[in-house]
Each structure stands twice: as structure tokens, then as C-alpha cells.
């Protein structure tokens, strides 16, 4: 059962139903938006003289799985990171390089994606590589090469967070962690991010179902934390010519099953840079929140993923391109007619 109430609900109320909830040994938990807005969700149904006097905004009995981070109660939420944010009119673009190299790459990086127009950095600090082989990332001293390029370029950053005993260390310096597409379905490291505080972006793993997406949201969302963005990024398909294949279908449908905001990532959802910029501006047709895009001035110079690595130049037509549809996109306010759901079968 989810039960909400409003920004000026009476904080007595929602204690004591969980308190209610509690000494009938039904599980429970309280999510608290920034709006002020409070969702109570319950394994099971309170009794109806429970909730049957209370000035709850709603009460519904029968609701998808993931009930924190459905849209059966709230239809949109905006999810900030300082200023920027998630879900509100303008699309969000994040950009960097894969991989926080050295100190100058990064401020370079950090002070030409910002004139391209991205309004955060991405940079791995530790990298989850295929091979042991590979680089595995500069870890906490690339933390402090993005605090660096912070501080110049005024931009807020998300990095990647592995395991859930690096949660402290990535928390103290990013403004975001990432949760990468291999770590979805890590539900220590989910639990231990969400208590962190910081806002998450929540990758989509390759081979993971929409419904195991939202789910592993929702781990975010139980420990209190409402600040989730999803990010599709990609999914195995069968032809190697591509790296993955970006599914775009999963933008409309997680924003219509989920309150959640969405960004698109199509540097590892394409694989190839000759693709990240159709693919970016598909994604803010099918609706999307905002891109995270793999850019830094000389990318045939990346340490890692440079053939997804686009010049700053692109990224800065890219941003333009995004601007006009955008705006072309918000003539006109109507959702598409008949949700997804039925056809999800939720
Ligand atoms: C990344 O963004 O650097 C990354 C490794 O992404 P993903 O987890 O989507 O592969
Ligand atoms: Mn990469």
C-alpha cells in the first residue's frame, strides 16, 4: 500500500501510522521529496480504519512493485545537483572524458566541455575495465583531479563508485555517484550509496529488464534517498558492429512507469563516435532529461573508450542542436495517448 501527503501534512500523522504500521509487524518506509511531499509505502494494506480518518493526499492498495519510484503516485520529479536540474525544463548534459587521466586533462576537459555548453563533468576515478589488464582508473587521487577541475571550471561532477567501501571516499569529494550498468543489481553498494546522501545516477545494466531497472531504483529510494536519475545506456544486441545497442524505447517507458528523471548515454549506448551525435539528439526526441556524453578536446589521446570519445567542437553543436529541439519539442503539451502499461502488462 502506498499512502502520500503533501508538503503541509501534519508530521504526527505519518509517525503514527508508521508507528501503526510497525506494531502489525508490516514492513515500511517513508520517502521525503524536496518539495516538502511525503510517500509512505507498506508491504501490505494498513487496516481500512487505519488510514480511513487520516488527510492523506492518496491511499492506493494495488501498485507495481518498485511503489517508491512509481509513477502511480507522483508523475515527475526534478532531482538536483546544486544547480543543476534533473527533469525540469532544460535537458541536462553532462560531459568528460571516460577516464580522469591527469590533473591537466581534466581541467582541460573540464574548462572546453563547459564551453561547449555541459552544465556537469563526468571522469572515472575507478574504472570498472573488462580486463584486469587494463587501466583500472587514478581511484582517490583522480577524485582530487576532479575536485580540481571543479573548482576551475565551476562545474559539479559524478564519478563511478564500485564497491560499497568506496561510497565514503567518492561521496566526500563527488557531487554525484554513479552506479555503472556491471553494479545495477549491487544491492550493498545501492543501500550503502543511497545512505551516502548524494543523489545517484543509476545505469542500466546491459541485460537488465526494465522492471529490474526501476527495482533496483527503488533499493535507492527505500533507504531514504529520493534522488535518483536513470540513465539509459545501452543493451547487448546480437551484431558487432555495434557496442550496444541504445534503447531508446526504455526513455519514454521508465518515464511513464517511473517519476524518475532519465538521461541517455549514447557514448557507450553506440560505441562509436560517428553515432553519439544522431543517437544524443534521438534520445531527447524519445524524451529524455538530459545526455552524459564521453568528450574531451583530443579524444584519438583517451586512455580509455576513445573510439565513443567525441571533440569538444561536436559536443558544442551537439548542445546547440539539443537547445532547438528542445524548444521545438515544448509547443506543444500532450502526453502520448495510452500509457505504456498496459502493454509493460504492469
Ligand atoms: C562509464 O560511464 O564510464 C561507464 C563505465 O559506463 P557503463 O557503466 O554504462 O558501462
Ligand atoms: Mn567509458
Same mark, same amino acid.
Given at each position: ?102 590533473? *591537466? ?5 573540464? @574548462?572546453? $566541455?563547459? =564551453? +561547449?555548453? &555541459?552544465? #556537469? /563533468?563526468?571522469? !572515472? %576515478? ?33 564519478? *563511478? ?5 568506496? @561510497?565514503? $571516499?567518492? =561521496? +566526500?569529494? &563527488?557531487? #554525484? /555517484?554513479?552506479? !555503472? %550498468? ?165
Amino acid at each position: 500500500m502506498i499512502v502520500t501527503f503533501g508538503p503541509n501534512a501534519e508530521q504526527s500523522i505519518i509517525k503514527s501510522l508508521l508507528a501503526e504500521a510497525a506494531r502489525l509487524a508490516i514492513g515500511n518506509r517513508e520517502l521525503r521529496f524536496a518539495d516538502g511531499s511525503v510517500v509512505l509505502g507498506f508491504d501490505k494494506s494498513l487496516p481500512p480504519d487505519a488510514v480511513a480518518s487520516i488527510p492523506a493526499e492518496q491511499v492506493i492498495h494495488a501498485h507495481r512493485p518498485y511503489m517508491l519510484a512509481s509513477s502511480e503516485h507522483r508523475r515527475r520529479s526534478v532531482v538536483r545537483v546544486g544547480e543543476v536540474e534533473f527533469g525540469a525544463e532544460h535537458p541536462v548534459l553532462i560531459a568528460g572524458p571516460c577516464v580522469v587521466e591527469s590533473a *591537466e586533462q581534466m581541467i582541460e576537459a573540464a @574548462v572546453a $566541455v563547459k =564551453a +561547449a555548453g &555541459a552544465v #556537469m /563533468l563526468r571522469g !572515472g %576515478a575507478f574504472k570498472p575495465r573488462t580486463s584486469p589488464y587494463s587501466f583500472q582508473g587514478h581511484g582517490e587521487h583522480a577524485l582530487q583531479m576532479l575536485a580540481a577541475a571543479r573548482e576551475v571550471s565551476g562545474l559539479p561532477f559524478v564519478t *563511478e563508485v564500485l564497491e560499497p567501501e568506496q @561510497v565514503e $571516499v567518492v =561521496a +566526500a569529494y &563527488a557531487d #554525484m /555517484l554513479q552506479i !555503472g %550498468a556491471r553494479n545495477m543489481a549491487n544491492t550493498p553498494l545501492l543501500k550503502r550509496a543511497a545512505r551516502s546522501g548524494r543523489p545517484v545516477l543509476l545505469k542500466r545494466g546491459f541485460s537488465a529488464t526494465i522492471d529490474e531497472w526501476l527495482m533496483a531504483a527503488e533499493y535507492v529510494l527505500s533507504a531514504g534517498n529520493p534522488d535518483v536519475v536513470l540513465c539509459e545506456r545501452g543493451i547487448r544486441g546480437f551484431d558487432p558492429a555495434v557496442r550496444f545497442n541504445l534503447d531508446l524505447n526504455a526513455v519514454p517507458l521508465a518515464m511513464q512507469l517511473s517519476h524518475l528523471p532519465v538521461i541517455v548515454d549514447p557514448s557507450h549506448g553506440t560505441g562509436l563516435r560517428g553515432l553519439v551525435q544522431p543517437m544524443a539528439l534521438a534520445g531527447i526526441a524519445a524524451g529524455a532529461n538530459g545526455l552524459i556524453i564521453e568528450s574531451q578536446p583530443e579524444p584519438d589521446a583517451a586512455l580509455c573508450d576513445g573510439y565513443q570519445t567525441i571533440s569538444t567542437e561536436e559536443l558544442a553543436l551537439i548542445n546547440r542542436r539539443v537547445g532547438r529541439l528542445a524548444e521545438a519539442l515544448q509547443d506543444e503539451e500532450m502526453e502520448p495517448t495510452g500509457e505504456a502499461l498496459a502493454l509493460a502488462g504492469v
